[in-house]
């Protein structure tokens, strides 16, 4: 009787913990990650009852929550957070709040001025379209991308990241983040032209970006009429010829997903020098979270460590680039190794929230945008967003077990 009912229990644990990889090939969690995805079910869960679709929360300055709406860059985390904290942790209840504040988003379809058409809409409605294969996403998804497409020139052979500041035709190093979007619509909406505009993008972006150790400018001002790049320099590093810490994380995580989308070898190569470049950084501190810009030498406020506020996003963003370029060669371990410190990093006290703090985010200590004195040393919800990115391809490496 009491060896049946022992039975009885062990089943009920056994699918409780491992619905979704019933086989002996999944292993269980490591304590780290587990307490992660507590931290994340809880956090989330609170924050999709206190935040208001169409008004996300973007960043904390001075105990007040900063809300992003339909027309901010950074818009599409929230929603896409709740939609990776699903296939995290299980809890359906995180899949019908992503997609109300998903849905809040609709209005983007019209926005035209920026490159950030990626971020806004892959990250919330291409989320959930991937998890729901739900067609209603599909004819916002569709003008967005049309969207971002219309802001190529074969001239400059870029797509145009800004249409506000000092620039004739700027372009930053996150757009290469973007092209993810035109990749997948090109295939989901027959549009082979935009693979064509992606792949240009990132060919030009190779030539104009990138120094001779694989450091990146942020921006490269072009002159529409010619295609001539008129100059090189950065809006959110410290220097023109600084290493601005997401800058790198953008430009690794792009060329990784490049290489995936299109097996060009250029940009396998260009990805794994971008990460030598990371990697090998002397000014990378031993836990492996950056300072905003690799050139910051304790010029600034320092951290108890002696150095500069740290950028928990650009970790979470290098930690998705390294975790993506494992799965591409053959020497994919020191990849993972260190993705993988970086998460223990991400997910220890220091940086993770304890359940019920940090406005309800998930992460501590990211920086926008240091000189602009704005967001500074505070929660960001892109940096929530890839952290929860990295746990998931993590955790498909590592076959562990939800
Ligand atoms: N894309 C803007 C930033 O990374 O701050």
Redesign the pocket.
């Known amino acids: 009787m009491y060896k049946r009912l022992a039975a009885f229990v062990a089943g009920i644990a056994f699918t409780a913990t491992s619905f979704s990889h019933p086989d002996d090939s999944h292993r269980e969690a490591p304590a780290w990650f587990t307490n992660a995805t507590r931290t994340i079910d809880a956090q989330l869960s609170k924050a999709a009852e206190v935040y208001i679709p169409g008004q996300n929360p973007r960043s904390v300055t001075c105990g007040t929550v900063r809300l992003a709406n339909c027309r901010d860059?950074?818009t599409g985390f929230f929603p896409g957070s709740l939609w990776y904290g699903y296939e995290l942790t299980g809890n359906k209840a995180l899949a019908s709040a992503a997609k109300r504040f998903t849905l809040a988003l609709d209005s983007i379809r019209y926005v035209t001025d920026t490159h950030?058409l990626g971020?806004m809409l892959y990250c919330s409605y291409g989320n959930a379209w991937r998890i729901t294969k739900d067609n209603t996403y599909l004819p916002v998804l569709q003008d967005g991308a049309k969207h971002l497409a219309a802001r190529f020139s074969p001239k400059t052979g870029v797509i145009r990241s800004w249409d506000f500041g000092k620039w004739k035709y700027p372009v930053?190093i996150?757009n290469m983040?973007n092209l993810e979007y035109l990749y997948w619509a090109a295939g989901q909406f027959k549009q082979p032209g935009y693979t064509k505009i992606a792949s240009t993008h990132a060919l030009t972006t190779m030539k104009n970006h990138f120094r001779k150790d694989y450091s990146s400018y942020h921006v490269v001002d072009y002159d529409p009429a010619t295609g001539k790049v008129l100059g090189k320099g950065t809006h959110?590093g410290v220097t023109n010829e600084s290493a601005w810490a997401?800058?790198q994380a953008?430009g690794l995580y792009g060329y990784a997903m490049c290489y995936a989308n299109t097996k060009n070898s250029a940009f396998l190569n260009q990805a794994k020098h971008i990460a030598a470049f990371i990697m090998n950084h002397p000014n990378m501190p031993k836990d492996k979270v950056p300072v905003w810009d690799f050139d910051v030498h304790n010029a600034y406020d320092v951290d108890e460590d002696g150095r500069a506020p740290r950028d928990a996003?650009a970790a979470a963003v290098i930690a998705c680039g390294l975790l993506d370029l494992s799965t591409e060669v053959a020497d994919g371990k020191k990849y993972v190794d260190y993705a993988e410190d970086i998460l223990r990093s991400l997910s220890s006290d220091k940086y993770l929230a304890g359940p019920g703090e940090n406005h309800f985010f998930i992460l501590k200590h990211s920086v926008?945008?240091f000189l602009f004195n704005s967001e500074i040393d505070t929660p960001i919800n892109?940096a929530d967003y890839y952290y929860l990115e990295a746990l998931k391809k993590y955790a498909a490496i590592k076959k562990i077990k939800r």
């Open positions: 860059w950074t950030d971020f930053i996150d983040m959110q997401r800058g953008w996003s926008g945008a892109y």
